[in-house]
């Protein structure tokens, strides 16, 4: 379900405009570091290009990936930069 909801996301900003990049890994020494589900970059007329950060999740999640959220963006460190968490909840009991 993370799969879809990533693509959806992607379409999304893609028809608002954005240059949308999927799945994006970091790599040093050949060992990756980090590894992000969508980086979305929307380019105003009117100022500098604002890059948002997304990462979706369907199961397990805590606050460990909002810290993990801000330490990509600081990472990327643009002055416009954002970051958001999607969540799939199910309402279904299993």
């Known amino acids: 379900m993370e799969n879809s909801l990533r693509i ?3 379409r ?3 028809c ?3 240059y949308v990049e999927k799945n994006i ?3 040093e020494g050949g060992d990756e570091f980090l590894e992000i589900d969508l980086m979305i970059t929307d380019y105003p007329l009117d100022s500098a290009p604002r890059i948002f950060i997304a990462e979706a999740k369907s199961g397990k ?3 460990h990936d909002i810290f993990k959220i801000r330490g990509w963006i600081d ?6 930069h ?12 299993t």
């Open 8 to 10: 959806n996301l992607q």
């Open 12 to 14: 999304f900003f893609h």
């Open 25 to 27: 890994h970091f790599r």
């Open 61 to 63: 999640w805590g606050f």
């Open 16 to 18: 608002y405009g954005c």
């Open 75 to 80: 990472f990327i460190d643009t002055e416009t």
């Open 82 to 93: 954002k970051g958001f968490l999607l969540l799939i909840i199910s309402m279904i009991k």
